[in-house]
Structures are given as structure tokens and as C-alpha cells.
């Protein structure tokens, strides 16, 4: 095992472990910074699989946002603050053997798939910087990437029209006589 | 570097998360679970993007795009996740079964379900 390897199976073990704990610990509020812990884990691994680019949103986005997010979910829905028991349901063996299942054949197929597959992070340096998947994106995948833009803006409306109270009540009785008054002219 | 190091960790990644899916209880934490499948698949794009080192960084690129849906299924579900705690008062998805499907072990049928021809 090389060096980049063996970084490379602790950041995982850090992660899976992580991971692990955000699906089975007891405190809600734990399993989200658990999941900071996972994701930043993961990371680390893209920087070792040197896509740089990949690693530094992952920790401005996940990191940064989507954690943040999540804890305000948890906030906003008043969650009790230390372990609370009702946090798993009753088919907790069903979902433990189709994990361990999915978990069986994924590895399976994966391994005996790709057996004869090694790479050298050293042949082509410089592949996972900004520069270069700036150059792809705005070269080969600019129609994907505004499509893209789009679907971000009608969620975020759709999670403002979503968390908006008072709809069906927004006309105020000025703003009814004026569009009437619009509408005669 | 073997392709199964980071393969592995991805597919071992997204077990857990179909783990955390099916078994937890509170609506978060089952969207924590899901970000973290969305994880395992971006940690195979990267993979075989490094792996058989393309030109036009398909995986990548598809990662970050990726990331982005992540982004916006968070907002949209924590929205729809509040939208239920104000109007139900509880985020655990089992007891939220207004809509399941009524068989005869239920008992009694609903009043207003339509007699059969």
C-alpha cells in the first residue's frame, strides 16, 4: 500500500464510521454534526483523488450550507434537546438486512467488476483543478449547467411559496379596489 | 491506486444511507440519510472520472451538478418537512398515514368509499 492509500482507508474509516453514527445515534442534534464529520471525511478523500474543486464545494455546500439547513429543520421543529428513544421505527431489522444486502451485492458486483482497475494519480496532473473544470463546464456543458440554474431557482421559490403562511389572503381590500379600478380601465 | 478503495467506501456509504432511509423515524433525519446515498453516488463519479481520465471531465462536473440537486431537495424538503410540523404537529413519517391505502385487517371501511358495481 502506498502512502496516498493508506491516507486514503483512514478518511474512509472516518467517514463511514461517521456516518454510521449519523444513522444510529440517539441525539438528533448529534446526527447532524456527525454528518459534518462524514462529509468533511468525504472531503478529504476527493482532495486525495485530487479533484480539488469537487472537495472545496463539497465543504462550502455541504459543510456550509446544507448542515446548516438541516439544523434549523431540527430547530424550527422544536426537537427535544438530549437523547430521545422515538427517533427509529418499528422495522428496524427489515431496513438493517436491506442495508446489509444492498451493501453484499454493490461490493460484489463492484469488486469483481473492476478487479483489474488501478490508477495513478500522478499521470495527468492538474485534472481536478478550478481552471480545468471551468474549461469543461463552460465548454462542453453550459446547456446542462443553465437548465441547472433554472431548477435552483424554481425550488427556492417552491420552498418560499412552500413555507409562506398567509396565501389565499394576500389581496388587501386597496389592493382589490385598485386592480378593479385597473381591470374598468 | 486500486479503484476498489474508493468504490468500496462509496457502496458502503450508500448502505448506510438506505440504512437511515428505512429505519429512522424523524422526516430529518431521513433527509440526512439521503444526503448521504447522494454522497456514495458522487464519491463513483469522481472515481471513475480520476479513474479513466477524461477529457471532458464528465464526472466531475457531474458531481458538482450533483451537489447543486442536493442543495435544492434540502430546501424543498425541509420545507415541505416544516409545512407538515405546522399543521400536523410531528415530522415522524410512520404516523403520518392519512393517505396509505385501506385494506380489511383496518377493520371498518371509510365512509365515504365508494360501494363496488
Not at chain 1, 467517514?15 to 462524514?38: E, F, K, N, P, R
Not at chain 1, 381590500?173 to 381591470?183: N, V, Y
Not at chain 2, 422526516?27 to 471532458?56: K, P
Amino acid at each position: 500500500m502506498t502512502g496516498v492509500e493508506i491516507a486514503f482507508v483512514l478518511l474512509g474509516i472516518v467517514a463511514l464510521s461517521s456516518a454510521v453514527l449519523v444513522v444510529t445515534t440517539t441525539q438528533l442534534v448529534h446526527a447532524a454534526l456527525w454528518l459534518v464529520v462524514s462529509l468533511g471525511a468525504l472531503a478529504g478523500c476527493y482532495l486525495l483523488l485530487s479533484a480539488e474543486l469537487v472537495a472545496w464545494v463539497q465543504v462550502l455546500i455541504y459543510v456550509g450550507a446544507v448542515v446548516v439547513l438541516l439544523l434549523f429543520g431540527i430547530m424550527l421543529t422544536r426537537a427535544p434537546i438530549g437523547p430521545s428513544t422515538d427517533l427509529d421505527s418499528g422495522n428496524r431489522l427489515a431496513a438493517f438486512a436491506v442495508g446489509l444486502g444492498t451493501a453484499g451485492t454493490l461490493v460484489t458486483v463492484l469488486l469483481t467488476g473492476l478487479r483489474h482497475a488501478y490508477f495513478h494519480l500522478g499521470d495527468n496532473p492538474g485534472t481536478g483543478t478550478a481552471r480545468s473544470l471551468g474549461d469543461a463546464i463552460f465548454r462542453y456543458w453550459v446547456l446542462p449547467f443553465e437548465v441547472l440554474s433554472v431548477l435552483l431557482l424554481a425550488a427556492l421559490v417552491g420552498a418560499i411559496v412552500l413555507s409562506r403562511t398567509n396565501i389565499g389572503r394576500v389581496a388587501a381590500p386597496e389592493d382589490d379596489s385598485a386592480s378593479e379600478q385597473r381591470g374598468r380601465r | 491506486m486500486h479503484v476498489a478503495y474508493p468504490v468500496v467506501l462509496a457502496a458502503m456509504l450508500f448502505s448506510v444511507g438506505v440504512y437511515g432511509v428505512l429505519a429512522r423515524r424523524n422526516a430529518i433525519l431521513v433527509l440526512m440519510s439521503v444526503e448521504l446515498m447522494l454522497n456514495g453516488a458522487n464519491l463513483n463519479l469522481v472515481t471513475f472520472d480520476i479513474w479513466r481520465s477524461d477529457v471532458m471531465h464528465s464526472g466531475q462536473v457531474m458531481a458538482l451538478f450533483v451537489i447543486v440537486i442536493a442543495a435544492a431537495e434540502v430546501g424543498v424538503g425541509l420545507a415541505i418537512v416544516l409545512l407538515v410540523f405546522r399543521n400536523r404537529s410531528t415530522i415522524a413519517v410512520d404516523s403520518l398515514r392519512e393517505l396509505r391505502e385501506r385494506t380489511d385487517r383496518d377493520g371498518t371501511a371509510p365512509e365515504d368509499a365508494m360501494d363496488p358495481p
